[in-house]
């Protein structure tokens, strides 16, 4: 019986545990002051998030196009913020572009290795490239296990003569 239980209890959990990013590594500079400060290419890995814009698969590694916003302190991006560029994460090995599509949220660490130049629709643009050690992709349904929602109800009823009655229900989503 007690086995049972586990077995049961299982899927509660996984779906209470959380994703997480590497917390060592420095979030105060984001890819547009990258681009407009130079930064000196140093091995403080960085970590920047955001949403995909485009996948690309090459022979050894695979590019990935990120509109960038700030991070929550979990690190997942915080779209709800403005944007902080546009940037390039590089992870070596093959990413499958179908989980890696477009409108997926992501947190990339890694050290900036360069600036290229580039094209956004017509205009020129400077994408800051990570050389990835860890790229996240985060699960779509987590977002709404961070936001719970609570309701409240209030009710009272009077059947006539002695038998009256109130209540208060408080619903969580």
Sequence with gaps: MRWLIYLLSLPLLQACSSQSVIS???RSLTPQEAVSSTPVLEPTPLQWGGVIIKTVNLAETTEI???AY???DNGRPDTQALSS???IARQSGYLEA????VGREVTATGRLSEIRPGRVNQADYKFPVLLCDEVVLWDKSSERRLRPRVRFGFGASSGGGSYSGVG???SFH
């Design 168 to 170: 208060i229900g408080v």
């Design 65 to 67: 196009q990120i509109l």
């Design 85 to 87: 560029g546009r940037f």
């Design 98 to 101: 179908a989980d890696y599509a």
């Design 24 to 26: 060592d590594a420095d």
């Design 70 to 72: 700030p991070l929550k």
